[in-house]
Structures are given as structure tokens and as C-alpha cells.
């Protein structure tokens, strides 16, 4: 696992919430604290589409997601805290081995931001090579997008 704090708070909160730097991961879950407390679960319900406008994968989108959690906090008053577990589309987690989902998560609480990476395996395995790929992509991935990182020692 990788743990790493954001230093540039409020650059990163605008590429998150307004940029498409996230537009390309799903949304897991995210529960966003202001005046009330809300839980937004990203599971696509499939009642909800036709079969032929269905999109494609078992998650929505950030970029689906995004313009409502930024109606959530937009506003003269910071949230009280944020959290959001992206996870890499199963598309891309596929060029993984042994990976069933790769997890980002963001914690927004006190004024600042901390990520965190997880990994769920598809079988038991000792071996940490996934881990290694995974935090190897996200330590890439915030770097190619101009995001300083501290991580963890």
C-alpha cells in the first residue's frame, strides 16, 4: 500500500472537482460531509438504462459523477471531509496480474488531502508484484499530471 499526502491542497481540489484529470477512473464510493452527510455509491444501475443505451463497465464514471458532487460543495464554506475511492476501469486493471480491482483513495479532512493505493487480488498470493505495478502506475500517473506527492517513509 501507498500512503502520500497532497501538499497543493487547493490546485489539486480544483483538477479534481472542476479538471479531467480523474475523468477516466471509476467512482467506488464517495461520501462527501457538509451540512449533511452524503454517500454516493458508484454501482451503474442497470433498471435505470435501455439495454442499448447501457454503458460499459459495472461502475460510473468520475466524469459521470463529478458535476454532482461539485454541486455538493460548491459554496463559501469548505466541507467538513471528503472521501473518494476511485478504482482503476477493469479494462485497464485487467494488464495487471492477479488484480480483480485496483483502489485510489482520497481523503479530504483538516484542510488536507491523503492518498492511499489498494490492491484486491483475484487469488491469494504472497507475492507483492501487483502492488509494486499499482503503486509504481499511481507514483507515474501523479507525476505525467503535475501533482506533487510526499509520500510516506
Known amino acids: 500500500m501507498l500512503s502520500f499526502d497532497i501538499p497543493e491542497v487547493k490546485p489539486f481540489m480544483a483538477q ?3 479538471g479531467e484529470t480523474f475523468d477516466g477512473f471509476c467512482l467506488h464510493t464517495a461520501q ?9 455509491e458508484g454501482n451503474r444501475v442497470e433498471k435505470y438504462y435501455s ?3 447501457m454503458p460499459e463497465g459495472k461502475y460510473c464514471t468520475w466524469k459521470e459523477i ?4 461539485f454541486q455538493l460543495v460548491r459554496g463559501n464554506k469548505l466541507p467538513v471531509s471528503m472521501k473518494f475511492v476511485f478504482a482503476l476501469p477493469e479494462t485497464q486493471t485487467a494488464a495487471f496480474p492477479n488484480a480483480s480491482a485496483l483502489f485510489l483513495n482520497l481523503v479530504f479532512s483538516n484542510g488536507k488531502v ?9 487469488s491469494f498470493s504472497l507475492q507483492k508484484d501487483t502492488d ?3 503503486e509504481a502506475w ?4 501523479f507525476q505525467r499530471e503535475n501533482i506533487p506527492i510526499l509520500l510516506d517513509v
Request: net charge positive.
Open 138 to 141: 499511481i507514483k507515474d500517473f
Open 51 to 53: 439495454p442499448e443505451e
Open 32 to 40: 462527501i460531509v457538509t451540512y449533511a452527510s452524503f454517500l454516493i
Open 66 to 69: 463529478k458535476p454532482l458532487v
Open 16 to 18: 479534481l472537482l472542476k
Open 132 to 134: 509494486i505495478a499499482w
Open 114 to 122: 491523503r492518498g492511499t493505493t489498494a490492491v484486491a487480488q483475484t
